[in-house]
C-alpha cells in the first residue's frame, strides 16, 4: 500500500483523456497487477491524487474559483472519483474468459459533465 523498494511489483498503465481547467484530468488506467490499493498509491506517487481519496490525497477544498457547477458535483462525492468502467478475469474453474462492463455512476457523470462544461 505504498511504493518501496522491498514490495511486490505493480504496474499500472496510465492515459490522460482529457485535461481540464484547474488542474483537473480524466484518466484512463490499465491495470496488470492486482495490489492493495494500487491505482490510489501510483497516481498519488506521481502527484496526480483522485479526488475524494482521503488516504492518498491531500484534502481538495473546492473553493470559489470553480464553476458553481463543479463545486457542487465535488463537494456532493461521498466517495473516491474512481470507477471501474471493465473488469476481466478467467474463471478460476472454467478459465473461461470473463468480461463485465459498467457505466459511469450518476454522480460520477454529473462531475463529468460539469467538467466538461467548465
Not at 499500472?12 to 481547467?21: G, Q, S, V
Not at 478475469?89 to 460520477?108: M, R, Y
Request: hydrophobic share 40%; proline share 5%.
Amino acid at each position: 500500500m505504498a511504493i518501496v523498494s522491498t514490495g511486490k511489483m505493480a504496474i499500472t498503465d496510465a492515459d490522460i483523456e482529457r485535461r481540464f481547467e484547474h488542474q483537473f484530468s480524466r484518466i484512463r488506467l490499465t491495470l496488470h497487477t492486482g495490489r492493495t490499493h494500487q491505482i490510489r498509491v501510483h497516481l498519488a506517487a506521481q502527484g496526480l491524487p483522485i479526488l475524494a481519496d482521503s488516504t492518498y490525497a491531500r484534502n481538495f477544498n473546492p473553493g470559489k474559483s470553480l464553476p458553481e457547477s463543479v463545486r457542487s458535483a465535488l463537494t456532493s462525492l461521498t466517495r473516491q472519483a474512481l470507477h471501474a468502467e471493465i473488469l476481466g478475469f478467467v474463471h478460476p474453474i472454467t478459465q473461461e474468459e470473463i468480461f463485465c462492463q459498467a457505466p459511469l455512476p450518476n454522480d460520477l457523470s454529473t462531475l463529468n459533465d460539469a467538467l466538461e462544461h467548465m
